[in-house]
């Protein structure tokens, strides 16, 4: 039986790899994945994957070359990479969508990264720190991986079995993120703040000041007559037939 060799590329991580744990094969900053087949399209057709969310989770599990990789190990910024990297080598760099009623095509191989400070890292890891600008307590947080979402639905699922009418995603997301509340550790603690005592508009500043300074890429495109717009990425950013 005749043997094929899968082309592959070598993607650069915003995050630098530096989110990752000395000697994870992520902490390179470089990740190895294959040119999309025929497989890869059989999982962005797969209806029970796209019902259930796991599609694009799906996806970078089979482009990972590297088998030690858990995808979950990644944060959403690095998937995100990954995904316009997969989207360029499987069918070019055009993207050409559809926003009020107008089509746009954006190149996406001027998509870079964004600039990551890991200054603001705290002892080299995956814990950062802020001071709500409100209430002035002081916090560290992490950025989430694919473990955390998981146990974050599994939460949120257990909760909506108790009272269907509840959906409290946002407390719940930011008691995975947030790691200490003025020096402690504690998770009793960590959600008794949340529930109780993080006001809103620190909740809002800590949003912002998180997305304004994580490991991404910029999807940011102006475009004529439509002005800033962020370029999602969904199943139709493969296929826009699906």
């Known amino acids: 039986m005749a043997e094929f060799k899968f082309p592959s590329e070598e993607v650069d991580l915003p995050s630098k790899g530096l989110i990752y744990p000395e000697g994870h094969p992520l902490s390179k900053g470089k990740i190895e994945i294959k ?10 057709t797969n209806q029970s994957y796209i ?4 599609v694009l ?5 089979s482009l990972i070359i590297d088998k030690d990789i858990n995808y979950k190990d990644l944060i959403l910024g690095d998937k995100n990479s990954i995904l316009i990297a997969a989207r360029i080598l499987g069918y070019g760099k055009n993207y050409t969508f559809t926003l009020n009623g107008k089509s746009h095509t954006v190149d996406l ?10 200054s603001l890292m ?4 995956n814990n950062f720190s802020f001071t709500l600008p409100h209430s002035g307590n002081k916090i560290t947080y992490k950025i989430l991986t694919g473990h955390d979402d998981t146990k974050i639905d599994q939460e949120l699922k257990g909760l909506k079995k108790i009272n269907k009418e509840t959906s409290p995603e946002l407390s719940t997301r930011l008691k995975y993120i947030i790691t200490s509340v003025n020096g402690d550790s504690e998770d009793k603690t960590i959600r008794e703040f949340v529930d109780n005592y993080l006001l809103a508009i620190d909740s809002r500043a800590l949003r912002e000041h998180i997305r ?3 490991p991404d890429v910029n999807l940011d495109f ?21």
């Open 222 to 242: 102006y475009l004529d007559g439509s002005g800033r717009v962020t370029i999602p990425i969904g199943v139709s950013f493969f296929w826009p037939d699906v």
């Open 51 to 54: 019902q259930k969310g796991t």
């Open 57 to 61: 989770d799906k996806l970078i599990e």
């Open 109 to 118: 191989s001027e998509v870079d990264n964004k600039k990551f400070d890991d």
């Open 212 to 214: 304004n300074t994580q």
């Open 122 to 125: 705290l002892k080299g890891e």
């Open 35 to 44: 040119y999309m087949t025929a497989k890869e399209e059989d999982i962005l």
